[in-house]
């Protein structure tokens, strides 16, 4: 084995790790945590953005809470899994490209290609999120469009790179039974060793995934609120929840003669907040669970915005849109889908945990509807509207 | 099995080009960060990585010893990554309570410390576990 040194070839790399049979499971893992990603982000995207044909039910309350956990926590596990994944297929990326033959060469840079869209678009998404999540954005351009755009290049990548391996990863993935007939059977001692030594790595490279998902999952698991050490957020703040936006950074005033409007066609109504402390409260037990991935639940007391509506005497059973004090920022307005508004446990809050509201959590009353996320919870409400 | 690579490579191409389509917009402002990571992977970490194994494969000639201090490097390693946009964050966020929620570098620094010393207990345990069946062999 000895050569003469220089630029190194795949042959050069021994280590059980880089046998395609790793290479293969840790693709799975990686494609499951990816997947997770992807259809979770997506709903998000479209809770955010929603398509025409888009509904998204309000029970159970947690519904958001649970899809947005699992995102933001299958991107962190998917960090340790895409750097074991990229080491055990490190030696390719020393294959000379057959030069001498067209067609083969066109197929090795469609590979290449294709793996090269998937690297750059996952340590995008992953690079880009985990910052994200901290509220760091050390980047020019707009978070939200770039990642949402990434996903797609991520998937596409990912798609390509399964058409191109299949033939290999079903090899590598069969049976033992079966891949010793198509490979071979002999079971030496240098054979177990590398055995013994696949599973190592497999096994570390999982268990790492779950380490790094139990150091954050503290943001939205509350047992391991205090356990994890780099929890990003977690139950603590004003009032016992967590602010993204204080009413300073909104730059919110409230003015002193502060009424609500309920805006319907045909009809308008106004209420002092005495007025809307007056009516028949209700309290519920709901979380804000961010885009981010925290999530934190609290008591919330306020009057259910199909009751007002109904007190109004305006129109049920669709949208409303619903304004804030806030001018500046893309959350100013949000509309609340005719299903939320609907739903009773949809309340304009007054009080957090048996306090009124502080003015960072949204003083005089805010928006708080079961299974959303917290930027469409709208703060510093002002006016609500039934559209045409 | 041709057809479902054939379907895939297809639904691979049509997702790649929307989102090529949808980044297009902030394509300037991407592309350092879609580039970068690969190369300073490439170029950086794997070889650093392999540098450490073959160090670490001749200081330890236990398997096993070798197999738990990776993986403790490789857990250490994996969470100073996520704790980055901790530690160093650029002060342009506005400010946010409930955010900087705890002392991170203590917390990585207690986080770490457990980690080794798990896998220190494991390391003695295991040390002491395989001595004690193999005596009676060793003296006889």
């Known amino acids: 084995m000895i050569r003469r040194p220089g630029f190194p070839v795949p042959e050069d790399f021994t280590a059980p790790s880089h046998a395609p049979l790793v290479a293969a499971r840790l693709g799975r893992w990686l494609g499951v945590a990816f997947g997770l990603c992807f259809v979770t982000g997506l709903l998000s995207h479209y809770l955010q953005h929603p398509p025409g044909w888009f509904t998204w039910p309000t029970r159970p309350v947690n519904l958001y809470r649970l899809t947005q956990g699992t995102h933001v926590l299958s991107g962190v596990a998917a960090i340790p899994l895409l750097l074991a994944k990229l080491w055990s297929v490190y030696p390719r990326l020393f294959v000379r490209p057959p030069v001498r033959q067209p067609i083969r060469l066109c197929a090795h840079a469609l590979e290449r290609t294709s793996v090269l869209i998937l690297v750059c678009a996952a340590f995008f998404e992953l690079v880009t999120g985990l910052f994200n999540v901290a509220q760091s954005y050390p980047w020019g351009f707009f978070f939200p469009a770039a990642h949402y755009a990434v996903a797609w290049l991520a998937v596409g990548g990912l ?97 002193q003669d502060w009424r609500l409007e309920i805006l319907w066609p045909g009809g308008r109504e106004t209420l002092s907040l005495a007025e809307l402390a007056a009516l028949p409260q209700r309290t519920a037990n709901l979380p804000i669970a961010c885009v981010e991935g925290w999530s934190a639940a609290a008591r919330w007391t ?70 959303r996320p917290g930027v469409l919870q709208t703060k510093w409400v002002t006016r609500l509207e039934v559209p045409r | 099995m041709r057809a479902v690579r054939l379907l895939l490579l297809l639904l691979g191409v049509a997702a790649t080009a929307y989102g090529g389509r949808l980044l297009l917009p902030q394509l300037g402002t991407t592309v350092p960060w879609l580039i970068g990571g690969p190369v300073l992977h490439d170029l950086l970490v794997a070889p650093l990585v392999g540098l450490v194994g073959l160090a670490l494969g001749r200081l330890v000639t236990d398997r096993l010893r070798l197999a738990w201090i990776s993986a403790g490097l490789a857990a250490s390693a994996t969470l100073l990554l996520v704790a980055v946009p901790l530690l160093w964050r650029p002060p342009s966020a506005p400010p946010n309570p409930g955010l900087p929620d705890r002392d991170y570098p203590l917390a990585l620094t207690a986080g770490l410390a457990v980690l080794w010393t798990v896998i220190a207990i494991v390391l003695v345990v295991t040390a002491v576990s395989r001595r004690v069946p193999h005596r009676p062999t060793d003296s006889s």
């Open chain 1, 302 to 371: 306020g009057v259910p915005v199909v009751e007002l509506l109904r007190w109004a005497g305006a129109p049920t059973g669709r949208p409303v849109r619903i304004s804030s004090l806030e001018t500046i920022g893309r959350y100013a307005t949000s509309t609340l889908p005719a299903a939320h508004a609907g739903d009773p446990l949809t309340l304009l809050a007054l009080r957090i945990n048996g306090e009124e509201l502080s003015p960072d959590h949204g003083y005089p009353c805010r928006l708080i509807a079961p299974s």
């Open chain 1, 159 to 255: 798609l390509l790179h399964v058409a191109v391996k299949l033939p290999i990863a079903r090899v590598a993935l069969s049976p033992p039974s079966r891949r010793e007939k198509t490979v071979e059977a002999a079971a030496t001692a240098r054979d177990d060793r590398d055995a013994s030594g696949r599973r190592a790595f497999l096994r570390t490279s999982a268990g790492v995934a779950g380490i790094a998902v139990l150091g954050t999952a503290g943001v939205t698991v509350p047992w391991l609120r205090r356990v994890s050490p780099l929890a990003w957020r977690s139950a603590s703040g004003p009032q016992g929840i967590p602010i993204n936006r204080t009413a300073a950074a909104a730059r919110i005033a409230v003015p």
